[in-house]
Structure formats: C-alpha cells, structure tokens
C-alpha cells in the first residue's frame, strides 16, 4: 500500500512542469546573477580554502565537504546508472545541463541561507525554513518547508542511502545478511552524528575529498584504457540527448526527465539541503559560502556523475530499458541499473576489482550522506522548536539521529525501486516549495551578490554589515561582524570614507 502511495507520489510530483521550473528557475537566477559559475569560479576555489571555524561555525571548507558530502551519494553511482538504464546516455547531457544552471540555484540559496541564519545551543543553523520566515516574512509556509525537509531527511531520504550500501554488500556475494549490514552503519551513524556539527563537519572535510579523488583517478585510468572509444561515447551522448540516435529513440521521452531528476538528486541544487550546511559556515560575507557550494555542484555533477557515466558508457557496460519493459541495448544482461553496471565496468580494467571497490564508494558516498541528512534534518527541528531551551533542543538533536538510524536499518532489505520512490517523494515536495522561494526572493541574492562585488573591486575583504545593503531580521550578522571582523568592518568603512572624501576633493 505504502509503496504504491509512493510510486503514484512520485509520478505526480515530478511531472514535465518540475523540471521545466527546475531549468527555468536556474536560468533566470543565472541570468540575473550574471553567471557567477563561470565568471567567478576562480573565487569559488578561493573561497573553499580561506577562513578557520569558530565556537559557532565550521569552517568555509567544512561546510562545503558537508554539503558536498550530501550531494556526492548513491545518486553519483546508482543514479546516474538509473538515468541511463531509462532515459538513455542522453540523460548525462541533461544532468550536466541541470548542473550549470543549477550552480545558480545553489548560490542563490546558499547565500540566503548564510544571511539569515541562526544561532541553536551556540551553533549556526540556517536554510529555506528560515529565509522563508526572516527574508520572505511568510512564517506558514516556512513551517510547512520545515516539514517537508524533517520528512525528506528522516524518513524518505535515508532509506535509499542505506538501501545502496546493502545492495553494493550483496553485490560481493559475501552472504552478509541484510541486518548485519543494517546494524553496522546505523551504529557508525549515532558514533559519528553524537558529537554533533563539528565533528560531522571534520569528518566529512577528510573523507570527502579522498573519497571523490580515487574514483575519479579511477574513471581517469578507464577512459585512457579505452580511449579509443571516447569520441564516440561523447557522440552518441550528444545525439540520444535530442533524439537524434535511432538505437535509444524508445526512450527519447524519458531523457530529458531523468536526467534532470537524477541530476538534482544528485546535485541539489534548488531543493534546499545544500543550504542547511552553507548556514554552519563561518564567513565574514553570506556570498563567499554561496560561491563555495555552487562550486560544490560542479564537483557533484561535472566530475564525479560525469566519471560513473563515462566509466559504464566507455566500456559498454550498462542497459538500456524501455517502460515496457523491452531491452533496447544490453551491454550487461541481466543485471538491473545500479552499482552493477559500474562494478561491471570495473572489471573491464582489472576482473574482480569492480565488486570490492564500488562496494567501499558506495559506503562511503552514502554514509556521509546520511551524516549530512542529520544536519539538515536538525536545523529544521531546531525551527520548528523555536525558542525551546537548550536542553529540548540538544535532545531532540538525538532523537532525530537515532530516527535516522532506525530507517537507515530497515531500508537495508527494501527493494531499490521502492527505496527510490521514496526518496523521489521527499526531493519533490521539497522542490516544488523551494523553487518559487528562490525566484521570490532573487533580487535579493542579486544585492548580496553586487555588495560582495563592489567591495572586492575596493580592494576589501568582502563582510555583510545589514545596514549597508538594507537588509532587515538579519541581528545575528551585527554579533558575528562585531565578534569576529570588526576588522574588516573598520575597513570597509576607512575605506568608504576615504572615497567619499576624494569625491568631495574632485
């Protein structure tokens, strides 16, 4: 009953209207911002390596390896080996697609997230709920998208995290039982998540990196074994993208849509919960941690989805299967879209070594982002809390981890398709609440953009001082500027003065 709630869900919420807002909304954000992820990129790197954590927040790197972490998951292995399976290689040219004009969506909401954070027992916490609340001053629908996200990150999302992990196990014909398997990562989950933000975010800052670096050497060492079949692979993407390709042409209208979905699964941009780690970041300017995740989009998508897909593509390793259920390409037969394609690419380089190694990616690509759910399902318990006392509010912390867990477990003997549905419901919601926020509140992140600009045009380290771009119910920036850049804020303002004063002169 519940599964097919969900399968029927899942069809409705992501009809062609959703990934028509989902290009049309990053588009216009792109637009508007000028395209920061081109021209800016060199900031974007800049920004991931500057600044240090405080009592409060982790720092700009942390924040970025713990949204990166969340968006680097099963969908960079198992979805991107979906998309293809239903829509076709064509699918890869729209994730890359969503990926470009997504990197504006997730500046957009990275940076509103940044601006009207909070403080929850002495650490930052932020993302839609509470941009919603302070910047749209729509408090009803903020307590809805707090919903809706606690759904999304303990209930829907984990299941098809820990559902990867138990199906890349099985994978290795070890005969582990599902429970065993179950039992294991909910118990690392609570030993990581009890000691809360910071050590999650010191974690995910040493396990992401090395992590997303080996496979990506990886894919690296298959595409030059196979080099002579790049050209080619990079054609038939381009062509099944537009239909042009009779061999994929039965599956030409799932294309677009998977790749899309999957793509913003993967990615997340424009469905908030990249926004929930920008808000724990220590930053003297909300755009600089903005800048840091749309980068984050482009690691997601451009390279490590880019690297499962070439990977399967290169080789030949992959299915291709219409809704009828008619093969229109088997390269592995038998063998349902999943890790098993990229495990059977693997094996194309060196036999054996794909089981053992897509089993310890997808261990790690999911686990951290179940760590990653439980930040960004705290923030929103945080708010639906409200001013609660600490003491609440650190238990309830708890409480939403060990719910985590709990799914995390069951999820290890469910079905993939059914672990999907799930999955896709709560991204959903999310995504329809989320989108017309963005557009709503863009002028806004178009300011914090130009104010950022300027100043660096100053030859100034960039600090958000409300009063000077007119923003309101953003008190906690005065404490943070006064607390940790008054520096810069003394800066800002010799400088502005000296500017002022040769204009008077001239």
């Known amino acids: 009953?519940?599964?097919?709630?969900?399968?029927?869900?899942?069809?409705?919420?992501?009809?062609?209207?959703?990934?028509?807002?989902?290009?049309g909304v990053g588009l216009f954000l792109s637009i508007g911002l000028k395209f920061p992820q081109f021209r800016l990129i060199k900031d974007m790197v800049f920004q991931l390596m500057k600044g240090s954590s405080s009592e409060n927040g982790v720092s700009s790197f942390q924040g970025f390896a713990m949204a990166l972490g969340g968006r680097v998951g099963t969908g960079n292995i198992a979805g991107v080996a979906s998309?293809?399976?239903?829509?076709?290689?064509?699918?890869?040219?729209?994730m890359w697609g969503i990926a470009l004009v997504g990197a504006g969506s997730a500046f957009t909401e990275s940076t509103l997230a940044q601006t009207y954070k909070g403080k929850v027992v002495g650490e930052y916490r932020g993302g839609p709920a509470y941009y919603i609340e302070k910047g749209l001053k729509c408090k009803p629908l903020a307590i809805i998208f707090a919903l809706a996200t606690i759904l999304a990150m303990t209930i829907t999302g984990p299941t098809v995290q820990a559902n990867a992990i138990s199906t890349a196990f099985k994978g290795m014909n070890y005969n582990i039982s599902p429970v065993v398997i179950g039992v294991i990562v909910a118990a690392l989950f609570l030993i990581v998540t009890v000691g809360g933000i910071k050590r999650i975010g010191s974690f995910a800052s040493y396990v992401v990196?090395?992590?997303?670096?080996?496979?990506?050497?990886?894919?690296?060492?298959?595409?030059?074994?196979?080099?002579?079949?790049?050209?080619?692979?990079?054609?038939?993407?381009?062509?099944s993208a537009f239909g042009l390709e009779p061999v994929f042409?039965?599956?030409?209208?799932?294309?677009?849509?998977?790749?899309?979905?999957?793509?913003?699964?993967s990615n997340e941009a424009g469905w908030g919960s990249g926004a929930h780690a920008?808000?724990?970041?220590?930053?003297?300017?909300?755009?600089?941690?903005?800048?840091?995740?749309?980068?984050?989009?482009?690691?997601?998508?451009l390279l490590v989805?880019?690297?499962?897909?070439?990977?399967?593509?290169?080789?030949?390793?992959?299915?291709?299967?219409?809704d009828a259920g008619k093969a229109v390409y088997e390269g592995v037969p038998g063998v349902e879209a999943g890790p098993g394609y990229v495990q059977a690419a693997i094996d194309t380089l060196v036999n054996g070594l794909g089981a053992p190694f897509i089993t310890i990616a997808m261990f790690f690509f999911a686990?951290?982002?179940?760590?990653?759910?439980?930040?960004?399902?705290?923030?929103?318990?945080?708010?639906?809390?409200?001013?609660?006392?600490?003491?609440?509010?650190?238990?309830?912390?708890?409480?939403?981890?060990?719910?985590?867990?709990?799914?995390?477990?069951?999820?290890?003997?469910?079905?993939?398709?059914?672990a999907w549905n799930y999955a896709d419901v709560g991204v959903g919601i999310c995504c329809w609440l989320n989108f017309p926020v963005l557009l709503l509140m863009s002028k806004k992140s178009f300011k914090l953009?130009?104010?950022?600009?300027?100043?660096?045009?100053?030859?100034l380290d960039p600090v958000f001082i409300p009063e000077d771009v007119g923003f309101e119910n953003c008190e906690l920036w005065d404490e943070i500027v006064d607390e940790h850049y008054a520096d810069l804020k003394a800066a800002k303002r010799a400088k502005i003065s000296q500017k002022e004063e040769l204009e008077e002169v001239g």
Not at 217 to 239: C, D, E, R, W
Not at 258 to 264: D, S, T
Not at 278 to 301: C, M, N, R, W
Not at 403 to 412: D, G, K, P, R
């Open 1 to 23: 009953m519940l599964n097919e709630l969900a399968a029927t869900l899942n069809g409705f919420l992501w009809s062609p209207v959703l990934v028509y807002m989902a290009i």
């Open 83 to 94: 998309a293809i399976g239903v829509g076709g290689p064509g699918a890869v040219f729209w």
């Open 209 to 239: 990196p090395i992590m997303a670096g080996i496979y990506l050497l990886l894919a690296v060492v298959i595409l030059i074994a196979n080099a002579s079949q790049v050209p080619g692979m990079f054609v038939l993407i381009f062509k």
């Open 249 to 265: 042409g039965a599956v030409f209208g799932y294309t677009i849509m998977q790749g899309v979905k999957r793509g913003i699964y």
């Open 278 to 301: 920008a808000a724990t970041a220590e930053v003297s300017h909300p755009a600089k941690q903005g800048l840091a995740q749309a980068f984050s989009v482009y690691i997601d998508t």
């Open 305 to 322: 989805c880019t690297a499962t897909a070439l990977m399967m593509l290169s080789t030949g390793m992959y299915n291709v299967v219409t």
């Open 367 to 418: 686990f951290t982002t179940l760590l990653s759910f439980a930040i960004y399902a705290d923030a929103n318990i945080q708010y639906i809390l409200g001013s609660t006392s600490d003491k609440v509010k650190k238990y309830a912390y708890y409480a939403g981890c060990i719910v985590i867990a709990l799914l995390a477990f069951t999820a290890s003997f469910k079905d993939m398709t059914t």
């Open 449 to 459: 953009l130009k104010d950022y600009e300027i100043q660096k045009k100053m030859g």
